[in-house]
């Protein structure tokens, strides 16, 4: 059981660790992005990111966007598998957490589409797929692991 809990302890970790990497890398794409979108005269994205993306066109940084963002979406879904496993000792969640993200992701889609409408929209698609691209899902498990040993 301890070996278990460490286990859990450092995936949980290494989750945050990468949700930290995440915010560097869309913080700083983002940054780029807008000084090239809007012709601006200075990047505030951090030096060691601007000297990686040096020379990229704006179409190149928004196709990097959309592959980090579904790297960091393989990621947390692994981690959530993963976790799962570890919390509930078998794999009977792994179709449910799956079709879980992928019903999430379509939702953002469909908000995104949706965006044209109302501009609100846009915005919850947004948090929708950073819901997907974070450790959240991870917290959520956890939580539903101890409910199950309090009623089981």
Same mark, same amino acid.
């Given at each position: 059981?301890?070996?278990?809990?460490?286990?859990?302890?450092?995936?949980?970790?290494?989750?945050?660790?990468?949700?930290?990497?995440?915010?560097?890398v869309f913080l700083n794409l983002n940054y780029?992005?807008?000084?090239?979108?809007?012709?601006?005269d200075v990047s505030y994205a951090h030096s060691?990111?601007?000297?990686?993306?040096?020379?990229?066109?704006?179409?190149?940084?928004?196709?990097?966007?959309?592959?980090?963002?579904?790297? $960091?979406?393989?990621?947390?879904?692994?981690?959530?598998?993963?976790?799962?496993r570890w919390l509930f000792g078998d794999h009977?969640?792994?179709?449910?957490?799956?079709?879980? $993200?992928?019903?999430?992701?379509?939702?953002?889609?469909?908000?995104?589409?949706?965006?044209? $409408?109302?501009?609100?929209?846009?915005?919850?698609?947004?948090?929708?797929?950073?819901?997907?691209?974070?450790?959240?899902?991870? $917290?959520?498990?956890?939580?539903?692991?101890?409910?199950?040993?309090?009623?089981?």
């Amino acid at each position: 059981m301890t070996t278990r809990r460490t286990a859990l302890t450092l995936l949980l970790l290494v989750a945050v660790a990468t949700g930290a990497g995440r915010e560097f890398v869309f913080l700083n794409l983002n940054y780029s992005i807008d000084h090239l979108a809007n012709h601006r005269d200075v990047s505030y994205a951090h030096s060691v990111f601007r000297a990686a993306v040096e020379g990229c066109s704006l179409r190149a940084l928004l196709t990097l966007k959309w592959a980090m963002a579904l790297l $960091f979406i393989g990621l947390m879904l692994g981690f959530s598998v993963l976790t799962a496993r570890w919390l509930f000792g078998d794999h009977r969640y792994r179709s449910a957490i799956t079709l879980g $993200f992928l019903a999430v992701g379509f939702l953002a889609l469909v908000m995104n589409l949706g965006a044209g $409408f109302h501009p609100a929209l846009g915005s919850i698609s947004v948090k929708l797929l950073h819901l997907l691209q974070y450790p959240v899902i991870l $917290f959520f498990l956890w939580a539903a692991a101890l409910l199950e040993r309090r009623t089981g």
